[in-house]
Structures are given as structure tokens and as C-alpha cells.
């Protein structure tokens, strides 16, 4: 038995129209978790409805399990560059796979009923563990939901939606009507694999009982063990991927669990039967034989050259960090960022090369500021980490722990660089416990950085101590506005007597839309600001329906998903500011209201 982990749209019409409702919605088609021509062809697909295509995309839909890459489909979008994994199929499984006879006396030898956990709940985080409530996606059509989550192209430019939408995919909630659980916890996983959400996928896959699980389930779950850098998580599904996943990873997963488990004479056996049949080549059977242990059983070390290899997979991802074995930075150059946040995540990666992985996921969320701080107190006591790492710990224990208050405002300042460039955010996100040790004073220069820096982690009581100091009209005061809890109503001259640093325009816009999203511009002055910025906030369109309807609802679970939807953007740049207006008044309405001033206030710290 292995054990879980404690961590309204009205019909497929209106679901598709949602996706389609902005630019730059939709997750192109994955590619296979395998090199082509990886084991033998799969079994020819059942025979269902066409999955609808990516807006905008003409490249084939997702296609079923197994299916080989097709020649000639769109390539990925610059902005978004999609690890090749295997895509789960499109079509729901109705009910869990049969499990033979004398597997399901296994299971229930293994598993009595008290400890078997129901598809009906799933996931790895109650609210104890600060997940939604389990009613969160309510009465939602889970085909609808499904289908949300699938074309939902990630990462997304926002660290507060990205938290707030892990948050509602590893939550403990009620499967929704028409769908599998474990299919339904299959396509949360995935969704959060594109996140770059490694350890959490896993837990959702996990939270549901080995036999239970679906040929959907079990494409989901080699997928998030390999992203994890762990080929041990594979051996419990082992034979029944064989079984009915009609994977060839599963083949040789059946090999390397042998030889991990200490069954060398089997794992050999299996290893050189999947050779025989040409099960896979290359790099990819010898990461294998390298995590079976051959290498170590006296005969002839495995030695992985990269040459020749064009392409990083998840396979290759996970068995090179598995058996740490070095990755060009050429192949990861070739993948999406939801890559590096895995390897942010891996302990199997050492920790100098995890360093500039780790801030970029502390910026997206997936790191938090306390886990980046960690990381550097471990740069800090290694001592051999390159000069560059070792200067920042070195900087951070002094923004912390200086002897005086110019020391550490100056250490501040040489971890936030070069006053006259836009500071990068994960430097925020580093330094935000830190600037929450400065003392407010009147015309501080960093005012409007040390606030965005304390907020980026959430510490909007912390911030707040800066209300009175900070010269109204400016960012620093903008941010607190947003950020403030009390809700304090602006006038329409507040508004225009805003004006930010850089793009000003649109920082005025993307504040107008915070603030009426929150309920905080008086109520005479909502139209006369929004005709007069050029903020449709009356604007109506499939997707801004679905979203009125999941919050009168009262679905924070679909409300969430159908924010991030809204989100779609390389940059926060490209966030129309009518659409944060619905996002941040949608999110208040299902009791959602701490995530949405963090949203808005991360808006004007981020255009």
C-alpha cells in the first residue's frame, strides 16, 4: 500500500468558447514521453469524439495514449516550451480499470476497507493543510473542468494565481459529476507538471490506491515520478503498466525495480529481454541499465554519453538525475520552463547547480521565500560554491544581521542590483522577510521596493506599518492599497493622481481594475474611471460568464482554474486589465479575497 500525501459551466460549448475567450490561451499538443521509435507501436486507439484543438493552433489535438509523434504539428510557441511527455487521453475513463482476479485480492489483503481511500475524494491537501473545502468545484460538469485544465497553457505570469491554482489542484476535493477520480486526479497532475509543480503532481497521483488506477492515472504517474528524479516511485505500478498502459517505459521499469529491490538474476533477465525486443536504444536503455545497478554487479561500468542527443524527455530527465549523471545545458536550453522548476525541486541535482533554477521557481511560486533562503544558508555552508553564490549568502546574512541599519539597507540594495534595471522578482521574493526588518521612515528611496518585496511573500501586515510614510500617488501607496485588508475606498482623483514608475498608463489602468475589483472605488466613480482609462470592465464574453457563474456558485475551485485562464500571458504585460478586474471581483465573491489583493498588488510591482 503506499500512502497518500497530506499536503456551473453549463455545457462543452460554453467551456470551449471560455478557452477560446482570450489570446494565447491553449497547451499545444504534448509530445511522447519517449523518443520516437521507443518500443513498439501502440495498440490503435478506440474509436471516440474528435478532442477539439488548441485556439488558434493548427496542429492536431491531444492524441490518445500511446499514439506516436505526429510529423509536421505546430511547433511549440517560443514562449512556451513543452518538455516531451506523454499526453493523458482525451477521453474519460467511466469507471476504474477491471483489475484481475488475483490483483484485487492482493489489493484487498494489502488494503482492508478501512484503509482504502474512495475515488469519490481526492487529493493531498485538506484544509487543515490549507486546501480548499471539498465542495470546491461544487456541481461543475468535470468534463467541462477537465477540459479546462488540459487546454490551460503553463506557467503562468503570476506567482500569486500559480500558488492560488496549486493550491485548488492538490486540495482534497469532491470529484466532479460525469468523470473518473482517478482520472480526475490524473488531469490535476498533469496540469501541475506544466506548472512545474513536481513534488505536488506526485502527491495528487498518489492519493489515489494502486488499484484504482487508470491507463490515464498511470501515463500521469511515470510521468510525475520521473519528474521528481525517481524511478523507485515507478515499482508499485510496474506490472500493471505493463498490463494496461501499453508503455514501453513500463517494460523496463519492471527491470530497474527488479535491481532495486536487490532481484539482480531478475532485473538482468527483464533488462535483457526488453534489449532483445528492441523495447528502447541509446541513451534511454542506458539510463535504464545504469538505474538497474548492472554497472555495479562487476560487470562493465555504464558511462552516458550525450552526443547525438537532440532532445530531453522526461525519461532522460528523470534516470540522469535518478543516477546522477550530468545534463547538458544545450538539452535544457531546448525545453520549457516548467523543466527548470523541476530541477529546482530534485535533491538528486547538486546544489550549485540548483541555485539559478531555484530563484526562477521562487518567482513563479513553486519555491517559497523561505525555501530560497534555505537554499542559500546551504550555499553559505558548503563552501565551495561558485564566488557569484557565495557573495549573495554572504549579502543576504548581512540584509538580515547587519551591525547597522545602512549595512543592512545596502546589502539590500547589492542583492537587488543595479538601481537604474528592473530588479528581478525572485531577488524580491529573497529579500522579502528581510525588507520586512527595515524600519518605515518618511522619502525612503527603496520604499516602494521593500513593499513589493514584503508582499511577494504575503507579509501584507508587515507592509502596512509603511502606510503614512509613503507619498500618496505613488507605488509604494498604490500597493498598499491593494494590499490592505481594512479596504479603504479610493476616489476617482486618487485614481488619476496616480501615477506609477514606467509604463504610468498602464499602471493606472491595472490599478483602477485592482481596486473595483476589491470593491474599493466608489461607487459614482466606477464608470466615469473605466471610460476614462479605457477599462472595459462591462465587457461580456463566454469566458467572463463562466466566470460570474462558478462565483455565484460559490466554486473557488472552478473560479481559480477559470482566473488562470484569463491569464494566459508570457508577462504581466499582456493581462488585459478588464480581465484582472473580473479575476481579482470573482475570487473576493468565493472567499478568496487574501489571493486576490496579493494579485493585485504583485500587478503593479510586475507591469
Partial sequence: ?????KALIGGLGLALAAAAAYPAIGQQRPESILPPGFGEPAPAPRATAAAPRAPGSAGPAPRPSGAAPVAGASPAPATVQP????????????TPTPTPPD????????????????????????????????????????????????????????????????RALVSSVATPPHVNGADFAAERAWLLLRMGESVAARAVVQGVDDANYTPKLLQVA??????NGDPAGL????????????????????????????????????????????????????????????????????????????????WRFGLATATGVAIPDSLYAGVGRQV?????????????????????????????????????????AANDSPSAADATAQDLQTAYAGASPDARAAALRQLWGNADARIPYARMVLTARAAGLVMPAANDADA?????????????????RWQGYVPQGSDAWAMLALADPEGRTVSYRDLNGYAGKGDAVLKRRMFFAGMAGLGRVAPADVERAAESLDVKIGAENAWTAALDRAARAGQPGTVALLAAIGMQTGDWRGVPPQALYRIVGALRAVGLEGEARMIAAEAIARV
Avoid at 505493463?242 to 533477465?269: D, Y
Avoid at 528492441?278 to 550525450?306: C, P
Wanted: aromatic residues 4%; neutral net charge; glycine residues 12%.
Fill in 103 to 166: 490483483a484485487r485480492a492482493l489489493a484487498e489483503y494489502e488494503l482492508p476497507a478501512s484503509a482504502r481511500r474512495s475515488l469519490a475524494l481526492v487529493g493531498a491537501a485538506g484544509p487543515a493543510e490549507g486546501g480548499l473545502a471539498a465542495d470546491a468545484f461544487g456541481e461543475a460538469d468535470g468534463r467541462m473542468v477537465e477540459m479546462l485544465m488540459r487546454r490551460l497553457s503553463a506557467p503562468l505570469p503570476s506567482r500569486w494565481m500559480s500558488i492560488l491554482l496549486r
Fill in 1 to 5: 500500500m503506499r500512502t497518500s500525501n
Fill in 448 to 464: 516602494a521596493t521593500l513593499i513589493a518585496a514584503m508582499l511577494s511573500a504575503g507579509l501584507d501586515r508587515t507592509a502596512l
Fill in 340 to 380: 527548470t522548476y523541476w530541477r529546482a525541486l530534485s535533491p538528486g541535482v547538486p546544489l550549485n547547480d540548483r541555485i539559478a533554477a531555484a530563484e526562477a521557481a521562487a518567482a513563479q511560486g513553486v519555491l517559497s521565500s523561505a525555501a530560497l533562503i534555505d537554499l542559500y544558508g546551504a550555499v553559505d
Fill in 235 to 314: 515499482c508499485p505500478l510496474a506490472d500493471a503498466g505493463v498490463r494496461i498502459g501499453h508503455e514501453g517505459g513500463w517494460t523496463l521499469a519492471q527491470a530497474m525495480c527488479a535491481g532495486l529491490a536487490g532481484q539482480s538474476a531478475r532485473g538482468t533477465a527483464l533488462f535483457a529481454a526488453a534489449r532483445r525486443h528492441h523495447v528502447a536504444g541509446g541513451v534511454d536503455l542506458l539510463l535504464a541499465q545504469k538505474v538497474l545497478g548492472i554497472g555495479g554487479q562487476g560487470r562493465q561500468a555504464v558511462t552516458i554519453e550525450w552526443d547525438g542527443v537532440d532532445r530531453l524527455t522526461a
Fill in 83 to 94: 518538455l516531451p511527455v506523454e499526453t493523458p487521453g482525451a477521453t474519460p475513463t467511466p
Fill in 222 to 227: 511515470m510521468n510525475a515520478e520521473l519528474a
